[in-house]
Nanobody, 126 residues
């Protein structure tokens, strides 16, 4: 039903920028949450940035001030603008969505999301 298609992953130098995109389909007018997770080899999947259908956002501390999540409401396309990239940001980045459950706060744990994209690889060289 809900499909997520990611793009934008690449190899960049530290200090550079990337913009990831996630095209979503299968949504209705009902509220939803979308977000970006990342997982580096040997590490747990980490929530990075999230946005609700009302425009509210949530970020992990390590990316605040550097990453910006946004959405195109008409097309339900999710973006992650990543600036001042660090080697620690290198990971597989996943787009995720939740359209059924409702939360007082924007969820940021991987098990709170029902739909996932295939992932896009971000590599950052020092």
């Amino acid at each position: 039903q809900v499909q997520l298609v990611e793009s934008g992953g690449a190899s960049v130098q530290a200090g550079g920028s990337l913009r990831l995109s996630c095209a979503a389909s299968g949504f209705t007018y009902s509220p939803y949450y979308m977000g970006w997770f990342r997982q580096a080899p040997g590490k747990e999947r980490e929530g990075v940035a999230f946005i609700a259908s009302d425009g509210s956002t949530r970020y992990v501390d390590s990316v605040k001030g550097r990453f910006t999540i946004s959405q195109d409401n008409a097309k339900i396309t999710l973006y992650l603008q990543m600036n001042s990239l660090k080697p620690e940001d290198a990971a597989m980045y996943y787009c995720a969505a939740e359209v059924r459950r409702r939360y007082a706060d924007i969820p940021w744990a991987w098990f709170q999301y029902s739909y996932w994209g295939q992932g896009t690889q971000v590599t950052v060289s020092s």
